[in-house]
């Protein structure tokens, strides 16, 4: 059965600019935010995990694939939404956090967490083996040659377990649809002090990986697989940064873009486009970047919303309040392993960019208990609506909606709309609504 997400690709070779945003996001306010927002536009919903999230071990998160997949589908059944139009994708799938090991070691382990990302029914898979493992030179780039052959041992992976047990368990179950090239940075986003200079992909770069894939898929009897890669990974000239982001300039983009013409079978995949306007971001699905995902721009929405409450909080309950604020860069500071490489500065600017970064490293202590604990004491301080003056003050978008009447004045409704504000914009840019 052919994959849905092809039509992506048929859209956009009929000259139909239609695209899909990608929600790369564990959080289960941005889940939810992104179901509700894909029930009121009418449209699928596209929502990745990527390997340091969610692997064979649980990832960062404590899921494993087949766990994430329940938790997204749990959610939509909660809020009405169709399964059948909520596809799932594994980011980043390879050995990225298995590369502290030998080549041998760390290929068996990613082959084994395609294998879990597959069978578990994750249907959109990107195939990332463009990372240095322990016995590479450290002083040599990575051929093409050996990051597609490694690629094509994934795909192998991939396809066995689709025809050896999801196609068995599900005769209609479609086939996965595969990404493949990587980007700079590696997920997490930028680290402080790397140096790197954001270069925009040059097209005889992306052909080279089209050849060289080509080949290699070919000459391991993938033909059938390759059929099925619908994207490639490049870098467009974007990337979001501490206090802002590298806007897309669709003129340095334009021999790039060009250059898809010559594909007949693939658009881009474009990572990093936090941050983006609405109009760079419909630019970008007009020049073939048909693929774009997002992931600290909604988290850090969610903590904007998180904010705004506690600061209304702190004026209702003065000293009584949650200090969730306070919490949680408490939190930060007593661990501060997820955001030490990424900002560097004097004690009050880190304070600022553990605070506010678009960087948006506080993601990673949500979860934490004490944390959990000041979030849940501030939501229920709040429980009975905030104040319409005070939401006025910290909300106002969500104040004129509460006024008319199009949205509930309760903490969770009023943080996942404000989630739902950053969606609009990649629905908005992307008419995904008319995919299907």
């Known amino acids: 059965m052919n994959n849905p997400l092809k039509k992506i690709v048929e859209a956009q070779k009929s000259g139909r600019k239609t695209g899909i945003w990608s929600c790369c996001s564990a959080n289960p306010y941005v889940i939810r935010a992104a179901l509700l927002r894909g029930l009121k536009d009418h449209s699928c919903v596209l929502i990745e995990s990527t390997a340091n999230q969610c692997d064979q071990y649980g990832g960062y998160t404590g899921m494993t694939p087949e766990m994430f997949r329940t938790f997204v589908e749990k959610t939509a059944d909660e809020v009405g939404f169709d399964r059948g139009r909520l596809f799932l994708g594994g980011d980043h799938l390879g050995p990225l956090t298995f590369a502290d090991k030998p080549e041998a070691e760390a290929m068996k382990e990613a082959e084994e967490l395609v294998r879990c990302y597959v069978a578990a029914g994750f249907s959109k898979i990107h195939l990332d083996t463009s990372m240095r493992l322990a016995d590479d030179d450290r002083e040599t780039r990575l051929s093409d040659e050996v990051i597609a052959q490694r690629g094509v041992r994934?795909?192998?992976?991939?396809?066995?377990?689709?025809?050896?047990?999801?196609?068995?368990?599900?005769?209609d179950a479609p086939e996965p649809v595969y990404v493949i090239g990587s980007e700079v940075p590696i997920p997490g986003g930028e680290q402080a002090g790397s140096g790197s200079a954001l270069q925009v992909t040059r097209p005889e770069d992306f052909r080279k990986t089209m050849r060289t894939f080509e080949q290699a898929f070919r000459s391991a009897g993938l033909e059938h697989v390759w059929q099925n890669v619908i994207a490639a990974?490049?870098?467009?000239?974007?990337?979001?940064?501490?206090?802002?982001?590298?806007?897309?300039?669709?003129?340095?983009?334009?021999?790039?873009?060009?250059?898809?013409?010559?594909?007949?079978?693939?658009?881009?995949?474009?990572?990093?486009?936090?941050?983006?306007?609405?109009i760079h971001l419909r630019e970008m699905v007009e020049d073939g970047i048909a693929i774009l995902k997002v992931g600290p721009g909604l988290t850090f929405a969610m903590r904007e919303a998180l904010y705004a409450l506690a600061y209304a909080e702190k004026e209702l309950?003065?000293?009584?309040?949650?200090?969730?604020?306070?919490?949680?860069?408490?939190?930060?500071?007593?661990?501060?392993?997820?955001?030490?490489?990424?900002?560097?500065?004097?004690?009050?600017?880190?304070?600022?960019?553990?605070?506010?970064?678009?960087?948006?490293?506080?993601?990673?202590?949500?979860?934490?208990q004490d944390v959990q604990k000041a979030r849940n004491i501030l939501l229920d301080h709040l429980k009975d609506g905030v104040p319409l003056n005070l939401l006025s003050q910290f909300m106002p978008v969500q104040y004129e909606r509460v006024r008319e009447g199009i949205l509930t004045n309760k903490p969770a409704d009023l943080i996942m709309d404000h989630i739902g504000d950053t969606i609009d914009a990649y629905l908005y840019a992307t008419h995904q609504n008319e995919l299907f």
């Open 317 to 368: 309950y003065g000293f009584r309040e949650s200090h969730f604020i306070d919490i949680l860069d408490e939190a930060m500071q007593n661990d501060p392993k997820y955001w030490k490489n990424h900002y560097i500065g004097t004690e009050k600017e880190l304070l600022l960019r553990r605070k506010f970064s678009f960087s948006d490293r506080s993601r990673y202590y949500m979860p934490d």
């Open 233 to 278: 990974v490049v870098q467009p000239g974007v990337e979001e940064k501490d206090s802002g982001c590298v806007e897309y300039d669709r003129a340095k983009a334009a021999a790039l873009c060009a250059s898809l013409k010559e594909f007949d079978n693939i658009v881009f995949e474009g990572h990093s486009t936090d941050y983006q306007t609405k």
């Open 154 to 171: 994934l795909a192998r992976a991939a396809k066995e377990t689709y025809q050896n047990i999801v196609k068995k368990k599900n005769p």
